[in-house]
C-alpha cells in the first residue's frame, strides 16, 4: 500500500496505461478528504474533449487493477472526470504546453494591492511563472506564491 505522498505517484503508474490504451492522457490525480470522506479524482484530457463515455470507459477500465494493487488503505470514492474548461494548471507540464494562452491567478498575498490577475502565460522556468497582462509589463512569481492559476478560456 502507498503512503501519504507516493498515492498519487502510485495510482498514477497504474492509471496511465490504461488511460493511454482508451486513447486519453492523465491531467491531474488528487486524493484529498473533504468532511469525512476521502475521493480520488482522475482528471482526464484528450484532443477534441473529453466525453462522459470516456469518463464511464475509463473508471471502469481501472476499478479493478485499482483494488488488486490496493494503494489507499482507507475507503474513498473514485471519480473520473474532465479537468474542465477553466482548468487548473498544476503541474510544471501544464505551464510549458500553455506558454502563450490566456491564464487567471489568485494570489495568497495581494501584490499592489490586488489578489487576482489575467493575462497571457509568458513564461515558465524552474517554478516561476511570468504573466503578461494588458495594463502592465511581465509579472513573475512562484507557484507556492499563488492559491491557483487556471486557464482563462472564457475571456480570450
Not at 524552474?126 to 509579472?139: A, L
Request: aromatic residues 10%.
Amino acid at each position: 500500500m502507498a503512503k501519504g505522498g507516493n498515492t498519487v505517484k502510485t495510482v498514477w503508474e497504474i492509471v496511465e496505461p490504461l488511460a493511454n490504451e482508451l486513447g486519453l492522457k492523465i491531467w491531474d490525480i488528487r486524493f484529498l478528504k473533504e468532511g469525512a470522506s476521502w475521493y480520488l479524482r482522475v482528471f482526464i484530457d484528450k484532443d477534441g474533449g473529453v466525453s462522459i463515455d470516456d469518463c464511464v470507459n475509463l473508471s471502469h477500465a481501472i476499478d479493478k487493477p485499482l483494488d488488486e494493487a490496493d494503494p489507499i488503505e482507507q475507503a474513498y470514492y473514485l471519480e473520473v472526470s474532465s479537468p474542465g474548461v477553466e482548468r487548473d494548471l498544476v503541474r510544471d507540464e501544464h505551464f510549458t504546453a500553455n506558454i502563450g494562452e490566456k491564464i487567471k491567478v489568485k494570489m495568497i498575498r495581494p501584490v499592489d494591492g490586488k489578489r487576482e490577475f489575467c493575462g497571457i502565460l509568458s513564461d515558465y522556468t524552474d517554478g516561476n511563472i511570468t504573466i503578461t497582462c494588458e495594463d502592465e509589463e511581465g509579472f513573475t512569481f512562484t507557484k507556492k506564491e499563488a492559491s491557483w492559476v487556471k486557464l482563462d478560456d472564457f475571456n480570450m
